[in-house]
């Protein structure tokens, strides 16, 4: 492989936790409670746990339980991600990256199976801005790693799915992004094993560059 590969795009997706934020303690705090509640081990449940709508990862884990408890026990789930952003940081090269989104006016947008309210918070936490586009656990009726969040994020920015790249860490993220048609840069040591088209450490290694009509290259080191 080439030192620098070159994506060219008109629009990226990013993905919140793992791509944008580091939560893994906090994720795993909660989750690994979760999974002592329910007798389950919490290292099995945190192999699964990213990417996924909290409902979705609960489904997969207790294929047997009803659905509407599920969706219950994740709206506690939430409340408690809320309260809890104790070591919630930015990933290495993320506040730089977002700010050459907003200088160079990229179109860009947030896709994350948080709902507004922890997304909110971990951003926030992170000292990160969120972007003017967002789309939530409120704004889809499926988690990934069905397509619908990132097609939906693509429609709002008014790109062509094809001309859009999204950014992952997570299997789940990983699988959305193909489905919906999209090349995809993973983030971290999760995304390697998931057949992204590129992966990277962190952000560090991605720089943007605007060209005319529009067109982006990022250069992934």
Not at 154 to 179: H, K, M, W, Y
Request: aromatic share 2%.
């Amino acid at each position: 492989m080439p030192a620098t590969t070159v994506l060219t795009a008109r629009a990226l997706l990013l993905d919140m936790d793992g791509t944008l934020v580091n939560s893994d303690a906090a994720v795993e705090r909660v989750w690994r409670r979760w999974a002592e509640r329910n007798g389950l081990d919490g290292t099995e449940v945190m192999r699964v746990v990213h990417g996924r709508q909290g409902y979705a990862t609960m489904a997969v884990l207790l294929p047997d339980r009803p659905m509407a408890q599920n969706h219950a026990d994740n709206a506690r789930m939430l409340e408690e991600e809320t309260a809890d952003v104790d070591g919630v940081v930015p990933i290495p090269g993320a506040p730089e990256f977002l700010a050459s989104l907003t200088a160079g006016g990229v179109p860009h947008a947030l896709v994350t199976s948080a709902n507004v309210s922890l997304s909110t918070a971990r951003m926030t936490a992170a000292g990160l801005a969120l972007p003017d586009v967002r789309v939530t656990a409120e704004s889809v009726g499926a988690s990934k790693p069905d397509p619908e969040g990132f097609l939906k994020g693509a429609a709002e920015l008014g790109i062509a799915p094809e001309n859009c790249v999204v950014f992952e860490d997570s299997e789940a993220g990983i699988q959305a992004g193909r489905a919906a048609g999209m090349r995809v840069v993973g983030i971290g040591s999760r995304a390697a094993a998931h057949g992204p088209d590129v992966v990277v450490p962190d952000l560090r290694s991605v720089r943007v560059e605007t060209g005319e009509g529009g067109l982006v290259r990022l250069h992934i080191a």
